[in-house]
């Protein structure tokens, strides 16, 4: 016994089936587990410490950190703070920031930290925007005399080397006073 089928009634199985091949196909194809980080900034934070007893200061100086060489503010008149989180530059293997510290007295003075670090380009996937991250390397500073503004850097140590999307501190400033 064979079964014919009428022309239409072919047609709109063909069509049923292509419907369903196509959806399968592209059901499996366009659904794809993309795992970008939600916060992709790469910063490096910096703590700030009393020098004197090694503990967490909160800044009642203003602080504003600046690169040198550019008229870029990446903090700007920062007060009560404890810490703070900047940039690093992706193609360059040293940064310097200048950190100017000022008080309600009128007194300000600007100190240099020097952040040497390497750069490591970093892909999560090709649907994710490339970060790159840095491993710290070295730090230096020279500071201002404390008759010029009674808060200066005293000591700079690296707390964890490694700048990626971690928000936690990289560097500890310690700071030395005459006030305190």
Not at 31 to 47: A, K
Not at 62 to 74: E, F, M, S
Not at 98 to 118: E, I, K, M, P, Y
Not at 155 to 177: E, F
């Amino acid at each position: 016994m064979t079964i014919r089928l009428k022309r239409k009634s072919s047609r709109y199985l063909l069509s049923l089936w292509t419907l369903l091949l196509l959806t399968l196909m592209g059901g499996t194809t366009a659904c794809t587990e993309v795992d970008c980080p939600l916060d992709n900034v790469v910063e490096m934070g910096i703590g700030l410490y009393e020098a004197e007893t090694q503990q967490a200061l909160t800044l009642a100086d203003t602080l504003t950190v600046r690169p040198a060489g550019k008229d870029t503010i990446l903090l700007n008149r920062a007060q009560n703070i404890t810490v703070c989180y900047l940039p690093l530059r992706q193609g360059f293997e040293r940064d310097t920031l200048l950190l100017r510290f000022s008080n309600a007295a009128g007194q300000a003075a600007t100190d240099t930290l020097f952040v040497g670090h390497t750069n490591a380009p970093h892909f999560e996937s090709i649907d994710c925007p490339a970060s790159v991250f840095h491993k710290i390397t070295s730090v230096a500073h020279p500071q201002h005399p404390l008759s010029q503004m009674p808060l200066t850097i005293d000591s700079v140590a690296i707390a964890n080397p490694t700048v990626n999307y971690d928000n936690i501190q990289h560097l500890k400033i310690y700071l030395r006073s005459t006030a305190r």
